[in-house]
T-cell receptor, first 116, second 114 residues
Framework: DVKVTQSSRYLVKRTGEKVFLECVQD?????MFWYRQDPGLGLRLIYF???????EKGDIPEGYSVSREKKERFSLILESASTNQTSMYLC???????????????FGQGTRLTVV | GENVEQHPSTLSVQEGDSAVIKCTYS??????FPWYKQELGKGPQLIID?????GEKKDQRIAVTLNKTAKHFSLHITETQPEDSAVYFC?????????????FGQGTILTVHP
């Protein structure tokens, strides 16, 4: 089974702290994604990476950065956490490009982040 | 960029009834449309998908239809069961070099009453 593992289920951080969310996948997938899930807004893409050290902004990158030093690991960084970043964060991975047919995205269990 | 709208936001049905969730998309070049189910405390999981060269796809009690002209696609669940209760998301991948980047709808909370 494909496994996408997020390092924490629940996190509570203080405003202004630097926060690291870690994600590891075990299927040698090229693509990795960070989404944010809020009620009524669905899943919104923050950043994605299509190769080691490669990254692209998604739809809501402000206040976030990412790091992909190894193929299996994709980190989301909140440089200075704010209360409006309280949310559920979901990591996903997938293999290949859209026209190969190998585009199923596998998700981690999510990290519920609360910024106080 | 791609925009995906999903309706309804909540859906309540009796066990055994059918449930239909509808989505529209904006990018006519989109070519892949998956549906994800998210159970409480878990990440979303793919339940069915359809590609742009197919109009309908079935897998046991679930089916998806795609109308490329109207740019909408729908999820149909027949003979609903309490374990179908979850949040359902539709999504689309735009055409071109999108690296499999998914754009999601807002989600539908489905409740199946025994």
């Amino acid at each position: 089974d494909v496994k996408v593992t997020q390092s924490s289920r629940y996190l509570v951080k203080r405003t202004g702290e630097k926060v690291f969310l870690e994600c590891v996948q075990d299927m040698d997938h090229e693509n990795m994604f960070w989404y944010r899930q809020d009620p009524g807004l669905g899943l919104r893409l923050i950043y994605f990476s299509y190769d080691v050290k490669m990254k692209e902004k998604g739809d809501i990158p402000e206040g976030y950065s990412v790091s992909r030093e190894k193929k299996e690991r994709f980190s989301l960084i909140l440089e200075s956490a704010s209360t409006n970043q309280t949310s559920m964060y979901l990591c996903a991975s997938s293999l290949g490009w859209a026209w190969t047919g190998l585009t199923e995205a596998f998700f981690g269990q999510g990290t519920r982040l609360t910024v106080v | 960029g791609e925009n995906v709208e999903q309706h309804p936001s909540t859906l309540s049905v009796q066990e055994g009834d059918s449930a239909v969730i509808k989505c529209t998309y904006s990018d006519s070049a989109s070519n892949y449309f998956p549906w994800y189910k998210q159970e409480l405390g878990k990440g979303p999981q793919l339940i069915i998908d359809i590609r742009s060269n197919v109009g309908e796809k079935k897998d046991q009690r679930i089916a998806v239809t795609l109308n490329k002209t109207a740019k909408h696609f729908s999820l149909h669940i027949t003979e609903t069961q309490p374990e179908d209760s979850a949040v359902y998301f539709c999504a689309a991948i735009p055409g071109g070099t999108s690296y499999g980047k998914l754009t999601f709808g807002q989600g539908t909370i489905l409740t199946v009453h025994p």
